[in-house]
C-alpha cells in the first residue's frame, strides 16, 4: 500500500512517514522543500531502514501535480500536510497563504479525483475553533471567524473537502490539531524552524542552549489558575500515530461518514508557565525568562475534548509533557551547530 505523503520532509510529515513506514505502508513524500530540508530523507532512512520515495514539486503547480500523478500509479491514499503555517507571517501575506495552502489542496484533489484516488487525510488545526465558549472544546463546537488567514485557509480546506467528498469517490478524514511539539526519540528528525521561532517549545529550546537570550512569557493576566494561556500540547510522535490509524480506517472502509473530523490532543490543558517548568525538570537547568505583553491574536485557553478520537478512531496519546519537553531537548542539543 503506497501513501502520498504531501509535506513529508517538514515536521509533522517527516514523524508520519516513519510511522507509516514501520506500519508497513510505502511511502512516496512530495515536498517543495520550502520549510524543510532534502537531509530528512536521508534521516527518514536512518530511522526506519527504509528510503521513502521523493519528488521535490511545488503542489501549487497543477501542470508539476497533474504529471505527478499520471507518473505514479498504485497510489492508495494520501496524506496531506504541505502548507505554510505561520500565523503572524499570513497576516502580513494572506496572498501567499491563500494562494499556496488552497491550490496546493485543489491540485491535490484534483489528481486524486482524476485518478480514481481514495481516502485523503487531512491536516487542520483547532485554531479553526477560535476562542470556543465550552471547553473542553468537541468537534461540533461552531467554528468562528479565523483569526488569520493561516486559520481561514483551514476552514476552507476543510470546505473544499467536504463539497469535493459529497461528489466524487474520495473519503476524508480532517484531523483537527492542537499543539505539536517535541521529537523523535532518535533526535534525529525534530523541528526546524527558519529563523527566530514563533513557537514556544522551539523558543524555549533555543533559549536554554544560549541561542536566544530570554523567552518572552506572552501574557500574565489571563483567566487562567498562572494567569498565562492554557493549550494542549501533543507529542508529535503520537499524532504522527494518529495519522496512521485515520489512513487505515478509510482504507479498510471502517469510516462511517464521507467525512469524518477528529481532535487530536491529549485532552489537557497546561500554561506557558508549566511547560517552563517541566522544561525545568526535565533538564535540570533553569530558564530565563520574562513577562511580556500579550501577543495580539492569542487566545486565552484551549484543550480537546479527545472522546471522538479515543473511542470512534480508536487512537489515544502515550506520551506526557516531561515527555514532550525531554526529546524536544534531546533534539535542541543533537542540532547544536548545524542548520545554521
Ligand atoms: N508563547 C510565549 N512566548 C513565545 C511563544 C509563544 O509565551 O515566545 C505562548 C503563546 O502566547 C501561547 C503559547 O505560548 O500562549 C503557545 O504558542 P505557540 O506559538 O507555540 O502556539 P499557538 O497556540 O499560538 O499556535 C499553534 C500553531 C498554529 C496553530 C495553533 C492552533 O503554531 O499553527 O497552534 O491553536 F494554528
Given at each position: 500500500m503506497r501513501i502520498l505523503v504531501t509535506g513529508g520532509t517538514g515536521y509533522i510529515g517527516s514523524h508520519t512517514v516513519v510511522e507509516l513506514q514501520q506500519g508497513g505502508f510505502e511511502v512516496v513524500i512530495i515536498d517543495d522543500l520550502s520549510n524543510s530540508y532534502a537531509g530528512v530523507v536521508d534521516n527518514i532512512e536512518k530511522i526506519t531502514g527504509v528510503r521513502p520515495g521523493f519528488e521535490r514539486i511545488d503542489l501549487s503547480c497543477e501542470e508539476k501535480v497533474m504529471d505527478f500523478f499520471l507518473r505514479n500509479?498504485?497510489?492508495?491514499g494520501v496524506i496531506h500536510f504541505a502548507a505554510f503555517k505561520a500565523v503572524g507571517e499570513s497576516v502580513e501575506q494572506p496572498l501567499k497563504y491563500y494562494r499556496n495552502n488552497l491550490l496546493s489542496l485543489i491540485n491535490v484533489l484534483k489528481g486524486m479525483e482524476m485518478h480514481g484516488i481514495s481516502p485523503i487525510v487531512f491536516s487542520s488545526s483547532?485554531?479553526?475553533?477560535?476562542?470556543?465558549?465550552?471547553?473542553?472544546?468537541?468537534?461540533?463546537s461552531p467554528l468562528k471567524k479565523a483569526w488569520s488567514p493561516y486559520g481561514h485557509t483551514k476552514q476552507v480546506s476543510e470546505e473544499i473537502i467536504a463539497n469535493t467528498a459529497s461528489v466524487t469517490q474520495i473519503n476524508s478524514i480532517l484531523l483537527r490539531y492542537f499543539n505539536p511539539i517535541g521529537a523523535h526519540d532518535s533526535a534525529l528528525i525534530g523541528e526546524l524552524p527558519i529563523?527566530?521561532?514563533?513557537?514556544?517549545v522551539p523558543f524555549i529550546t533555543q533559549t536554554a542552549i544560549g541561542k536566544r537570550e530570554c523567552l518572552s512569557?506572552?501574557?500574565?493576566?489571563?483567566?487562567?489558575p498562572d494567569g498565562t494561556a492554557v493549550r494542549d500540547y501533543i507529542h508529535v510522535v503520537d499524532l504522527a500515530k494518529a495519522h496512521v490509524t485515520a489512513i487505515s480506517r478509510l482504507m479498510k472502509s471502517?469510516?462511517?461518514?464521507?467525512v469524518e473530523i477528529f481532535n487530536i490532543g491529549t485532552g489537557n490543558g497546561f500554561s506557558v508557565l508549566e511547560v517552563i517548568q517541566s522544561f525545568e525538570r526535565i533538564s535540570g537547568q533553569k530558564l530565563n525568562y520574562r513577562f511580556a505583553p500579550r501577543r495580539p491574536g492569542d487566545i486565552e485557553k484551549v484543550w480537546a475534548d479527545t472522546a471522538l478520537a479515543n473511542h470512534v478512531l480508536g487512537w489515544k496519546t502515550e506520551k506526557n509533557l516531561d515527555d514532550m519537553m525531554a526529546s524536544a531537548w534531546k533534539w535542541e542539543k543533537s542540532i547544536r551547530g548545524k542548520y545554521e
Open positions: 500509479n498504485g497510489i492508495s483547532c485554531t479553526v475553533y477560535g476562542q470556543p465558549d465550552m471547553l473542553p472544546v468537541t468537534e461540533n529563523g527566530i521561532p514563533n513557537n514556544l512569557v506572552f501574557g500574565n493576566d489571563y483567566n487562567t471502517e469510516n462511517r461518514q464521507k
